[in-house]
């Protein structure tokens, strides 16, 4: 199950790949398997930025 901002990235990264095919006359393959890793590409992202975040509350070490 994808979450409304996983389904926002990969409207965006539609909308590259669209715009990318109509200049250059290209056709990327979509098949499930680009589908997936798109989607695993998201969740990793969005993983990479909670952590991020989780970092940037914690105070800093004192030795």
């Known amino acids: 199950m994808t979450t409304t901002e996983e389904k926002i990235l990969l409207?965006?990264?539609a909308g590259t790949i669209s715009r990318w095919c109509d200049l250059t006359?290209?056709?990327?393959?979509a098949?499930?398997?680009v589908i997936k890793t798109a989607a695993e590409l998201?969740?990793?992202v969005k993983h990479l930025e909670r952590l991020?975040?989780?970092k940037r509350t914690l105070p800093p070490?004192?030795?």
């Open 42 to 44: 998201a969740a990793f």
């Open 25 to 29: 006359g290209n056709v990327p393959d």
């Open 52 to 54: 991020a975040a989780e």
């Open 61 to 63: 070490w004192k030795f």
């Open 31 to 33: 098949s499930g398997a």
């Open 11 to 13: 409207a965006k990264y």
